[in-house]
């Protein structure tokens, strides 16, 4: 498969590798409604124009339905979205081509447009900014630069780090959008969704159950679906109750506010080893055997959104949540310790060593 995607509003092959399960209309997307009314506006605002949507850069963690809003924005312009990311796009020559066969007012989604190298994003910057690209051609005394046309097209940037995109690359972003976790009663209505187009019934209770752990995440709420899915039809049983789920949940090492084994070792690992924090993620990383990324994309953005992480100057703090959680006693001066240190805002992009 090639490393970029085209995918045609008007002419989108399903197959059993691609299931389904994303909206292809905003009216058809659950949740997010500021960001999904305010999307609505500038659409309609743009076709009424005949013009290319502004560019739009996405960011928030991931599986919360980014890549989902930039089909649901090709299919109501109508036009087609090319689909690549950052670290895929080595060299400007990888661009070129992407952007010379762009058509009028399509889209361009590049995902973790954070890690861009340096180069190729100042090699964007004419593109985005005056739809032209800056070509060179030959080197040293003979060489020359040719500035070729583009067709207008909107870029669609997302990420899970906006902090680490540079201001000159973040201004040129006409829209910007946060997505945030979603309640439980919003994971609900996706998952009996889900269940519809995966065929197999599900109760309102049983689907709570699932959305209650499935730590805020639409992807994460889905995949849980699919396990628990697969319980019920060894099990022999045509309806997903709320008993089946957290039994099937339970199976896999989800609780009942959706910690994973990963989840539990990483904050017992700082209340045990490390008296509670603060302690640098680098160490967690060594420590855990995982990579850096991970910990910070994946594990701790819920774990802050839900007040068991507290992010410090110094490091990563447990806070008292999660002692009772997991089953431990807090010290008790634990109040003094945490506030011996400046908490960090949770929704900060600051990455503390």
Request: charged fraction near 25%; aromatic fraction near 6%; include cysteine.
């Amino acid at each position: 498969m090639s490393d970029h995607e085209i995918i045609s509003s008007r002419h989108r092959v399903e197959d059993e590798l691609f299931i389904p399960l994303r909206p292809k209309k905003l009216a058809e997307y659950v949740g997010q409604k500021k960001i999904v009314a305010n999307l609505a506006i500038s659409i309609q605002a743009a076709l009424e124009r005949k013009e290319a949507l502004d560019h739009l850069l996405l960011h928030g963690p991931p599986g919360l339905g980014k890549t989902t809003l930039a089909h649901c924005l090709s299919n109501e312009l109508g036009v087609d979205i090319t689909i690549t990311a950052g670290p895929v796009l080595e060299r400007p020559a990888d661009l070129v081509g992407l952007l010379t066969n762009l058509k009028l007012r399509d889209i361009l989604f590049i995902d973790e447009i954070h890690r861009l190298p340096r180069i190729v994003e100042e090699f964007l910057y004419p593109a985005i900014e005056d739809f032209v690209i800056n070509v060179l051609i030959d080197k040293g005394p003979h060489a020359k630069s040719i500035r070729l046309p583009l067709k207008p097209f909107t870029l669609v940037g997302a990420t899970t780090r906006a902090g680490l995109l540079t201001s000159p690359l973040r201004e040129r972003f006409g829209i910007f959008h946060h997505l945030d976790f979603y309640p439980a009663d919003e994971l609900a209505l996706i998952i009996q969704h889900s269940s519809k187009i995966l065929k197999i019934e599900i109760d309102e209770p049983g689907a709570l159950v699932i959305a209650q752990r499935s730590r805020g995440t639409p992807r994460i709420a889905n995949r849980l679906l699919k396990r628990v899915r697969d319980f019920a039809q060894v099990k022999h049983r045509n309806t997903i109750t709320s008993e089946s789920a957290e039994e099937a949940l339970e199976l896999t090492g989800i609780d009942q506010l959706g910690l994973d084994d990963l989840d539990r070792r990483f904050m017992s690992i700082i209340i045990e080893n490390y008296n509670g924090g603060p302690v640098g993620i680098n160490a967690l990383a060594a420590t855990l055997h995982e990579e850096e990324d991970t910990l910070i994309d994946m594990v701790e953005p819920y774990l802050l959104k839900i007040g068991f992480l507290g992010r410090t100057s110094r490091g990563r703090v447990a806070l008292e949540k999660i002692y009772h959680h997991l089953g431990y006693t807090p010290p008790k001066n634990l109040l003094e310790q945490v506030g011996l240190f400046d908490l960090i805002d949770p929704d900060s992009d600051a990455t503390l060593k």
